[in-house]
């Protein structure tokens, strides 16, 4: 797969780009692909500063059902901007992934984990891989600062995000009951980046 | 400006509008921190609690540039998504707190049909409780069970005092065993008072009281349980579950005291027998719009973490099968207790843990009890003589002459100070398994990866020591007393019964993509055929051992006895290696199922731009790695010996023939089996199903498209039906 800035690869149909930690009931129904929505260019970039912060609020609170206060978004956004990917259709946020990368020590060996916390693309710009490249670029980035596996939840019911995610290799790790504040049973997913026995 | 309340957390101050917080990865950050001099004492009454910090932050904002924002170190995920933003209805669930309507309360004068309205609806509090969730929201989310003393209806209080003793020994047994889910806090208490003044006796009296003074106005004999019961019969009924209920309460609290716990079982019978009359009676319940007029919904929210799970209760119908679910099982944990050997007791803990008839079956409460009886005071039962139940499981099983006592070497005190030492150094493990096989079944994988097989790794390489120093005292005395391989042999069998399990634990939760199928069921058949390998060798070594004694003990009624048992113990391991068989088949059976359908395009492996299959493969097998044997299997050795990526595609028909041929020949094997269990007749159900998919599949049926298969585990949870779309 290629993916650059400006890609608009339209082959996936089946993503619900809304994942992480928990979203939204999603219509069963995708809405149909506009043809118009296809045709513009769409820019990824890092998140450059506070002036970007509230669109990103406004996009996560729209599609996800767990409420996070503020003080979450700047944890990970402040802490690690450049794995806060943006998707924009012509100046406006369509699309945004928050990701975390903790370094640790375990055995004398220096190790990176990756954590997705948030992912969401607006329902318009949806079935264009969008939600795909944002994880993609995501860990790219996280690769370079020394990654070795990359983690995150997804609710049991949000079949676009485990199909999203399963079909960039994560496989599923471990269940979780009611992780959710809703109540929701999660899967928590995993990538893996490095062979388990590199040591 | 935000208010920050020192008995929080949360440590960190907004400012608007633009910051920037200290960052890892932005070399260019800059952090101001306030001095802890600088927040002003309280000045407002109202939030004795509360420090106002405008100034403080008037003092930190000087240094600081438009977008850079006050950051303290200690400030942690934990804090952030723990924060709140007071008023804000989407994090401070507090401030939606609805106040209960107590003008008309629990009256004096209710009518039979409200009472029993306001009974049914404390039992959906109880059941949602059981389900996992806090005492807060669901069983004291009715005013009164704090303020019993304001009810003015006599059977509701009564009702209500009893249950919140009820409680405080379901709270207890559930903090005591540790065994719930890591986000629910089921066991804590929030300082609510549990009428811990109030003696059992005095409860007992008043339901008993209660019960007569509501009979005797009635004019009620007491009630038969009979399908047309009066509405008087049934508020009846729900006194004596609470009655019941209690009483088993109670004498599950005497514990380690066995002889209470039959008493404990024929009450459970009873209340089970209740709840079905119970739950045909709730017509009788007046209908109730607004819960809150009667003191439910009242849940003190301030009491919870911030942004709590959100809880609703369950509905009566559901609350009443709940409840069943949990006395059948509580009573299951009780038959347990009946066992008198530790084979027994394993396998019955085994059984309880992986044969629910329902999903979330046991609950939480059954398992607590569970935990709290087998491993009382890290022992089975409380059991001191753990040890000596340990050695009769071994010698049972495979009597090594190291506990034969025919045997010379079994006298010796070399000998039996290391038996001894084995069984001090294996008995913490045994406990752990059975700690695990408490959990939650989600859990119990987590478990199994995280600790047990490094703990049975440790065990096994204990045990092979152990063999090998009797082996020595056993060669001084002759070549029949050769002490090979008895205890590894005893720790292997049950490690790869738990190794199986596992596999198998990540079929139930759906754990494995589409495309990880193959080679988990290229490494369970190789399990699989370990364990008939196991098998095998314990049979022999229980011939060595029979041999042995029997030369010495020619005539006697004891080599007789020896010799029935050796047979009946031969033909066990018999039949177990028959049926293992069968169950190798059909795993061969789906691989090539697999193989085939991934000829026909139907299932499709990811394109791993990022990561790799060997690493998915490695991380599934990675708790294996802890163990010398069975020897783990590469991914080297996957590719090797059967990788589905290097298979011709002219092969697919063939593949899909050949898949069903395995099922048939499994089924064939499964027919043969005289007496089979309700697990093998579940099998064979499937396999069944699975020759005629096969057949239609390997003759062109639904080939001519990329649908993805299903395997559906509703039958089996081990042996998934396969269904082409």
């Known amino acids: 797969m290629s993916i650059n800035n400006s890609d608009i690869l339209i082959e996936d149909s089946k993503n619900s780009e809304a994942t992480n930690s928990s979203s939204k009931d999603q219509p069963n129904t995708q809405p149909p692909n506009d043809p118009i929505v296809q045709s513009k260019e769409i820019v990824y970039h890092s998140y450059h500063g506070e002036e970007e912060l509230e669109g990103i609020m406004q996009l996560m609170q729209e599609y996800l059902s767990e409420p996070y206060s503020i003080y979450t978004y700047r944890y990970f956004i402040n802490n690690w901007p450049q794995l806060c990917i943006m998707a924009s259709c012509e100046g406006k946020l369509i699309g945004t992934v928050v990701c975390q990368l903790e370094q640790m020590r375990i055995d004398d060996v220096d190790t990176g984990k990756g954590y997705i916390a948030m992912l969401a693309v607006r329902e318009e710009f949806r079935k264009q891989r969008i939600g795909t490249t944002l994880v993609y670029k995501s860990i790219q980035k996280m690769i370079e600062l020394g990654c070795e596996e990359v983690i995150l939840e997804a609710e049991v019911t949000n079949k676009g995000a485990l199909r999203l995610y399963s079909n960039m290799g994560f496989i599923k790790d471990r269940y979780l009951h009611r992780y959710y504040l809703n109540a929701v049973d999660a899967w928590r997913l995993k990538l893996f980046l490095k062979s388990a026995y590199k040591n | ?725």
């Open chain 2, 1 to 725: 400006m935000a208010l920050r309340n020192t008995t929080n957390q949360s440590k960190e101050l907004e400012l608007t509008p633009k910051t920037t917080q200290e960052s890892q990865c932005n070399p260019n950050i800059k952090t101001a921190t306030i001095p802890d001099q600088a927040i002003a004492p309280s000045i407002q009454d109202i939030f004795s609690d509360y420090e106002n910090i405008t100034e403080a932050i008037r003092t930190a904002c000087i240094e600081l540039d438009l977008g850079e924002m006050i950051h303290v170190d200690s400030f942690t995920l934990l804090d952030g998504m723990s924060a709140i933003e007071l008023g804000d209805a989407k994090t401070d669930e507090k401030c939606t707190q609805k106040e209960a309507i107590l003008e008309s309360g629990i009256r004096e004068d209710m009518s039979d049909g409200e009472v029993i309205a306001v009974l049914d609806q404390l039992l959906c509090c109880l059941a949602t409780w059981l389900e996992g969730n806090t005492l807060v929201q669901t069983v004291f989310s009715f005013y009164y069970t704090v303020n019993s003393d304001d009810i003015q209806n006599r059977i509701v209080r009564c009702f209500t005092r009893t249950l919140v003793k009820i409680m405080f020994s379901f709270k207890e047994a559930v903090h005591r065993a540790g065994v719930q889910e890591e986000e629910d806090a089921m066991d804590l208490s929030f300082n609510y008072s549990f009428l811990e003044d109030i003696q059992p006796n005095a409860i007992k009296e008043e339901l008993a009281n209660t019960i007569e003074w509501y009979c005797s106005n009635k004019n009620l004999s007491p009630a038969n349980l009979m399908d047309d019961l009066t509405l008087e019969e049934s508020l009846v009924l729900r006194l004596r579950l609470i009655q019941v209920l209690y009483s088993v309460t109670c004498l599950l609290d005497m514990f380690p005291d066995l002889s209470f716990m039959e008493t404990a079982y024929s009450h459970i019978t009873d209340a089970i027998k209740l709840i079905a009359f119970i739950s045909k009676t709730h017509c009788y319940a007046s209908e109730v719009t607004q819960w809150s007029v009667y003191g439910f919904g009242s849940s003190d929210l301030t009491l919870l973490p911030p942004n709590p799970r959100k809880t609703s209760l369950l509905p009566f119908n559901e609350s009443a099968v709940c409840l069943k679910y949990s006395l059948e099982d509580i009573a299951s944990v009780i038959s347990i207790l009946r066992h008198d050997n530790f084979r027994a007791i394993y396998q019955a803990t085994t059984s309880f843990s992986k044969d629910p008839i329902e999903k979330f079956r046991p609950n939480v409460l059954a398992r607590s009890y569970l935990k709290s009886m087998i491993c009382y005071r890290e022992h089975l039962f409380g059991n001191f003589q753990f040890d000596i139940w340990l050695k009769d499981e071994i010698k049972f099983f495979c009597n090594p002459p190291s506990l034969n006592s025919t045997s010379k070497m079994s006298a010796k005190p070399q000998t039996r100070k290391l038996v001894n030492l084995f069984l001090t150094h294996v008995q913490d493990t045994v406990i752990e398994v059975m700690h695990y096989l408490c959990l939650s079944r989600a859990r119990q994988y987590t478990t199994l990866q995280q600790t047990i097989f490094q703990s049975l790794g440790q065990m096994l390489a204990d045990a092979d020591s152990f063999d090998v120093q009797l082996h020595k005292i056993g060669e001084q005395f002759s070549p029949q007393e050769a002490h090979t391989g008895y205890y590894v042999s005893w720790v292997l069998y049950h490690l790869l019964q738990i190794m199986t399990d596992y596999l198998q634990l990540g079929f139930e939760y759906d754990l494995y993509s589409l495309f990880e199928y193959h080679y988990i069921f290229w490494y369970l058949e190789y399990l699989l055929g370990c364990r008939q390998s196991c098998g095998e060798m314990i049979q022999n070594l229980l011939a060595a051992t029979s041999e042995a004694v029997g030369k010495k003990g020619k005539g006697s009624g004891a080599k007789k006895r020896n010799k029935k048992d050796l047979e009946t113990k031969v033909q066990a391991f018999d039949s177990e290696r028959i049926f293992l068989n069968i169950l190798r088949l059909i795993n061969i059976g789906y691989l090539r199922a697999i193989e085939g359908l991934k000829l026909a395009n139907k299932i499709i492996c990811p394109e791993f731009d990022l990561g790799k299959k060997e690493y998915c493969y490695e991380q599934r097998f990675l708790p294996f790695s802890y163990l010398s044997t069975p020897s783990p299997l590469l991914y080297e050795k996957y590719v090797k010996n059967s990788d589905i990526d290097q298979l011709n595609p002219e092969d697919r028909d063939k593949m899909l023939q050949s898949s069903s041929k395995h099922f048939q020949v499994a089924k064939t094997g499964l027919d043969n089996i005289d007496v089979k269990s309700p697990e093998q007749e579940k099998i064979l159900k499937v396999v069944k199903m699975n020759i005629v998919t096969m057949n239609l599949a390997a003759s062109g049926h639904k080939m001519n498209n990329t649908n993805p298969p299903q395997f559906d585990f509703s039958i089996s949870k081990q042996f998934p039906i396969i269904r082409l779309f």
